[in-house]
């Protein structure tokens, strides 16, 4: 039977009010106000500011002025997942709403967003207009959510120099997580006991505890079972391999190290300075360069992957897929509207210069080679060809990830600290996991979603 908005969200809404505090709701989005007579206003709510923010703004202003029927209103919006809940539970909600990719799930489970399958085409957009990685985050239980508007993929940064200094060929950067491991032994500086100089730490900056499996060819989640499987044999080789880090330098060493590292977005940033010659991280990562140590001479390459995972030729990268995406709320004024505004923002012009702006690859299965020369990442060109790789990942496909992803992050502070062996913390992470998995199941079939689908 069909549900109504409020019906299969009331129960996400209260709660996000509640972890949120009853006082948030009165600051609401901020944006222009100025609205020519005789259009149909879309409210748009997107969680960008700044340069970020006025990039996205350009757009809207772009589209705004190519028409007279429509009139796109940029509203930025504090803590937007909760407040977008909130409204279209209340039957007040945006026209589009940008979110995270791994809100996906949750709103498509609650019935939260439309389905764009039917309205998407209309509109002269496909699926296979996106690189095929990219359609993982698109979609969910096999229906079309989501289209991207930016998406970055991880990546290897190294610091040719120092590769240069250690005796390392800068052209010839790690494949394997064996090769690595000795370009780290190569570039690392101890003196009397302190480290001065790393070659690669896990937790710098350690925004994505949970990748280290997929590079040793496996996964924390079984999308078909609903199972979590962070105790499987080659996720504990994945972190005992990275506790090996913090064990071979002295887990003490490491840390006052790491303290006296400035944080990313500065230029004190143990990148940027030469303390670390090795990172992973997004397209990004070049706006750091360019803003704080424009002589910086860095490549880019795949992220290393276990020699285990090498037959022969070698296999195609590994990578994290990040993006953000828009999408349409359940009760929005008018989704044809809302679909138009959506389609014109995913035209490859568009879509380039937005990635421009916000130094990210294009999502676009076709990419024009003036974006890729003109970008300010010198490493746009794989960064693009990574969303392409069939071993290209998205976070867990569930709506429970961000509980999953906190469970982890904090077994990983645990874990580099050497407080407990990975076997032992990771069969902890999979049954913490698996009883967030199971509640959240639980909580689709009160809502009438045992499949995690509404077919209206």
Request: glycine residues 8%; aromatic residues 10%.
């Amino acid at each position: 039977m069909a549900a109504t908005a409020a019906q299969l969200t009331r129960r996400t809404a209260i709660s996000a009010l509640a972890a949120a505090g009853a006082g948030f709701i009165v600051f609401g989005p901020r944006g222009r106000e100025h609205v020519p007579t005789g259009r149909l206003v879309l409210d748009y709510w997107e969680k960008w500011t700044q340069h970020e923010g006025r990039a996205m703004q350009a757009v809207v202003d772009e589209f705004n002025a190519s028409q007279s029927r429509l009139f796109v209103r940029y509203l930025v919006t504090g803590t937007i997942h909760q407040k977008a809940l909130i409204a279209i539970a209340g039957g007040n909600p945006p026209d589009i709403i940008g979110m995270y990719n791994y809100n996906v799930p949750a709103y498509a489970d609650a019935a939260a967003v439309l389905p764009l399958g039917d309205l998407a085409p209309r509109h002269g957009l496909r699926l296979d207009h996106y690189a095929p990685g990219v359609r993982q985050v698109m979609q969910h239980r096999g229906r079309w959510w989501a289209t991207v508007n930016t998406a970055g993929t991880l990546a290897l940064y190294y610091n040719k120099r120092l590769f240069s200094e250690a005796g390392l060929n800068p052209e010839q950067p790690p494949r394997t997580i064996q090769e690595l491991d000795a370009a780290h032994a190569a570039l690392t500086r101890v003196t009397a006991g302190e480290v001065q100089r790393a070659g690669f730490l896990h937790m710098e900056p350690g925004w994505w505890s949970w990748i280290w499996g997929y590079h040793f060819g496996d996964t924390l989640y079984d999308e078909a079972t609903d199972r979590s499987l962070a105790a499987n044999p080659t996720n504990i080789r994945a972190y005992d391999w990275m506790q090996s880090y913090p064990r071979h330098l002295g887990v003490d060493a490491v840390e006052r190290f790491r303290s006296g590292l400035g944080p990313y977005g500065q230029a004190n940033w143990g990148f940027l300075t030469g303390e670390l010659a090795m990172v992973v991280q997004g397209p990004w990562m070049a706006s750091q360069v360019n803003q704080f140590a424009p002589d910086l001479d860095y490549g880019v390459a795949p992220f290393p992957v276990d020699e285990s995972i090498y037959e022969g030729a070698a296999p195609p990268p590994t990578a994290l897929i990040d993006t953000d995406v828009l999408m349409i709320p359940r009760g929005a004024k008018n989704p044809e509207a809302s679909m138009e505004f959506i389609a014109y923002t995913q035209q490859p012009r568009i879509a380039e210069r937005l990635a421009t702006a916000h130094c990210k690859g294009s999502p676009m299965l076709d990419v024009s080679e003036s974006f890729l020369a003109a970008h300010p990442n010198r490493g746009v060109r794989l960064h693009t060809e990574l969303f392409s790789s069939p071993r290209a990942f998205i976070c867990p496909p569930t709506g429970a990830w961000p509980e999953l992803k906190d469970i982890f992050d904090t077994a990983m502070s645990d874990l580099w600290k050497l407080r407990e062996p990975a076997a032992q913390r990771l069969a902890a992470v999979q049954s913490a996991s698996q009883a967030v998995l199971d509640r959240a199941a639980r909580t689709r079939q009160l809502r009438g979603e045992s499949t995690g689908l509404n077919r209206t």
